[in-house]
């Protein structure tokens, strides 16, 4: 299994503290959804573990679909321009729509997929994020569904990269420089 334990790496949220997180979201997601079918969609590529353990604990009949973006290269940080790199499979219009997202960290990306998605005449659409760096927000964001919020650093873990690699951890853990 893997872990934090090399030396750059230090856990901040463990396995466990995960785990009661994404029950407590999915019991707050049944109970607002009870009688619907919501379409999650994930943010790739780092929504795909929440996105897997989530779905499992959801009551409901759900569908999935994944959306691909692009902003950020090999860098740490957003470019600020954001493109769909991989689009949907079907149409959203009328459907109660909830985004899976790992992180929201300047607010760049969710923002424009929420106006990106929001053109497509959704009957409903929220936002379910893993973590969120308030602290860095440079536009506005919502979260209605929110896992934990996280200090100014760099995280990586359970779904979440640096540079494409550490998604496989179970625990998340802070890139010490
Ligand atoms: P934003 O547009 O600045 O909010 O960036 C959002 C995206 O950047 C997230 O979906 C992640 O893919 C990536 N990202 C931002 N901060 C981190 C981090 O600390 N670790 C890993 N990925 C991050
Ligand atoms: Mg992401």
Sequence with gaps: MGNCRQSQLKVIITRQEIENAVARLAAEINRDYAGKQPLLIGVLKGSFVFMADLVRQLDLPVEVDF?????????RETSG??????????????????IVEDIVDT?????????????????SLRLCALTDKPSRHRVPVSIDYLGFTVPDKFVVGYGLDYNEKFRHLPDICVVED
Excluded: E
């Design 67 to 75: 959306i691909r973006l692009s902003s950020y290269g090999a860098a």
């Design 81 to 98: 321009k954001v493109r769909v790199v991989q689009g949907l499979n079907k149409t959203i219009k009328g459907r109660d729509v909830l």
């Design 107 to 123: 607010g760049i990306t969710i923002s424009f997929l929420l106006g990106y998605l929001r053109k497509q005449k959704p009957a």
